[in-house]
């Protein structure tokens, strides 16, 4: 996140926004443990939209940060090597940890006759391992590379394709030919997604895709705001952020193109600080810069949380379990107050967990 020290456009609120892009993907995975009233409504259930979010949060601050970059083709190596050094560490952790975790399930389900949800490396072969070794099953695979280990790391895989498309544009082309190029990127993906009705597919090109759109479409947003010298005020800002949100409980395809505009606009028009402006006060709240910071650990880890939870409650405290066939998932069978509780501690659990990996682990690699 770019510092405003070191730049004419305010940010702080940005984290924040990351933050309750991560805390509602983490709310919207809870559906694998249990219901409850916090998550069982439009709001939550469309919950993974916000990785889109997040996309377009990488993509404007990258452009805001690297659009002066030298045309020096060293700065293409030194970008990916931030880059990869911001993502990989924590992803590999996260998928030794996961694969330590089968390891223990085909031990338990060998001596104990024990089984959860689905079978030791059921959905886990060697393609889909070393797919997500090498941060590609976001595009290249089936389904089940996307889901095997963490599921959540398919998103991780594409933005980072989506870093060298964009450090490699800005490097290598003139000014004005990479901005033909991010319209042409925005407009190729967004007319095979249309035509594929496939704005949530995981595990093929279609991820790639949603990824580009949401990423590269605010940088063409930020060209367009600043060549027009659009004005806004504070109102505006509001509405459009509520529009998003309304746009987020539905499932049309109208729906799916418009927010990530929505998004564009609002980041866009808000980087110039409004110090009136209640809405950015409260995403620039100390609280919400903080887990914003942790964002990243948040989205990674809260899969674990959830499935440790999860497996805690059934073979070590005996609760009962109940098929939902509506979504095909098998959950605790817990009282409204049980499962609030549960849904609280979990992200607690999370994001105690997130800090201490931000602090001591992920910083180790920042420098790099």
Same mark, same amino acid.
């Given at each position: ?38 998550? @069982? ?6 919950? *993974? ?25 060293? @700065?293409? *190596? ?5 880059? $990869?050094?911001?993502? $990989? ?16 399930? +085909? ?21 889909? $391992? ?19 280990? @963490? ?8 933005? +980072?394709?989506?870093?060298? %498309?964009? =450090? ?8 004005? +030919? ?5 319209? #042409? ?9 249309? *035509? /594929? ?15 580009? *759109? &949401?990423?590269?479409?605010? =940088?063409?947003? +930020?060209? %367009?705001?600043? !060549? ?14 509520? %529009? ?6 539905? !499932? ?24 009136? /402006? ?7 709240? /100390?609280?919400? =810069? $903080? #887990? ?29 379990? !109940? ?8 959950? %605790? ?5 049980? &499962? /609030? ?11 105690? =967990?997130?800090? #201490? ?12």
């Amino acid at each position: 996140m770019l510092s405003d020290k070191n730049c004419k456009f305010y940010t702080n609120h940005l984290y924040g926004l990351r933050a309750i892009c991560a805390l509602t993907v983490a709310l919207y995975h809870y559906k694998t443990v249990s219901t409850s009233p916090i998550t @069982n409504n439009l709001f939550i259930e469309n919950g *993974y939209r916000f990785v889109d979010i997040f996309f377009s949060l990488s993509g404007s601050i990258l452009y805001l940060k690297y659009s002066e970059i030298k045309k020096e083709f060293r @700065n293409i *190596y030194i970008f990916l090597k931030k880059r $990869f050094f911001r993502l $990989f560490p924590l992803h590999i952790l996260l998928l030794s940890l996961f694969f330590l975790i089968e390891i223990a399930k +085909f031990l338990v389900e060998k001596k104990f006759n024990l089984y959860g949800n689905t079978h030791a490396f059921e959905i886990l072969d060697i393609e889909s $391992f070393f797919l997500k070794l090498l941060m590609l099953e976001g595009f290249w695979g089936d389904v089940n590379a996307t889901l095997a280990l @963490n599921p959540v790391s398919w998103s991780i895989s594409v933005e +980072f394709f989506c870093y060298t %498309l964009f =450090i490699s544009i800005l490097v290598l082309s003139s000014r004005s +030919f990479g901005i033909f190029i991010f319209i #042409l990127l925005v407009l190729s993906s967004l007319s095979i997604l249309a *035509y /594929n009705r496939s704005f949530f597919e995981i595990g093929n090109l279609m991820c790639l895709m949603r990824t580009i *759109y &949401s990423f590269f479409l605010p =940088i063409i947003i +930020f060209i %367009l705001l600043k !060549k027009i010298d659009f004005k806004t005020n504070n109102f505006f800002i509001y509405i459009i952020f509520s %529009l998003l949100i309304y746009l987020i409980t539905l !499932k049309t395809i109208l729906s799916y193109i418009l927010c990530p505009i929505l998004v564009s606009l609002f980041i866009n028009l808000t980087i110039i600080k409004k110090k009136n /402006n209640y809405l950015i006060s409260v995403l620039s709240s /100390n609280f919400l =810069i $903080f #887990l914003g910071k942790i964002s990243y650990g948040i989205y990674m880890f809260h899969v674990l949380v959830w499935w440790s939870i999860s497996q805690f409650f059934r073979f070590i405290l005996k609760y009962q379990t !109940k098929f939902i066939s509506s979504k095909e998932i098998t959950i %605790l069978d817990l009282s409204v107050l049980e &499962s /609030n509780l549960v849904l609280i501690l979990g992200v607690i659990i999370t994001i105690i =967990i997130s800090s #201490l990996s931000y602090h001591f682990f992920e910083n180790r690699f920042y420098k790099k």
